[in-house]
Nanobody
Framework: QVQMVESGGDSVQAGGSLRLSCSAS????????VAWFRQAPGKEREGVAS????????LYADSVKGRFTISQDNAKTTSYLQMNNLKPEDTAMYSC??????????????????WGQGTQVTVSS
């Protein structure tokens, strides 16, 4: 059984940094792609970043490009989302997702099979 668990969410002031972690059990990120999504209250879920294992393709949403970095550990069991220069508009529930069949990074939720429960990020001005 595949389980994805996010951690690292917190309340920070604008300009601060956080690193989110997504730990997988029953699964390794050796194939396919992992992605981070976020959803703020009353808003649509938004794809933030995606990283693919084969080829190393990475895709970022324009809203986070240059501020967020997606990565994984060498054991390929944990994905990270480093978030710098946080803004109030980054406030949301952040979730990780993965699909073993993807070959290119995609920021569409529908293509990801396994999801975590999410971790809350709150950025105050």
């Amino acid at each position: 059984q595949v389980q994805m668990v996010e951690s690292g969410g917190d309340s920070v002031q604008a300009g601060g940094s956080l690193r989110l972690s997504c730990s997988a059990s029953g699964y390794t990120f050796s194939t396919g792609c992992v992605a981070w999504f976020r959803q703020a209250p009353g808003k649509e879920r938004e794809g933030v970043a995606s990283l693919c294992m084969i080829g190393g393709g990475i895709l970022y949403a324009d809203s986070v490009k240059g501020r967020f970095t997606i990565s994984q550990d060498n054991a390929k069991t944990t994905s990270y989302l480093q978030m710098n220069n946080l803004k109030p508009e980054d406030t949301a529930m952040y979730s990780c997702a993965t699909s073993p069949l993807l070959l290119v990074p995609i920021l569409l939720a529908e293509v990801y099979k396994y999801w975590g429960q999410g971790t809350q990020v709150t950025v105050s001005s």
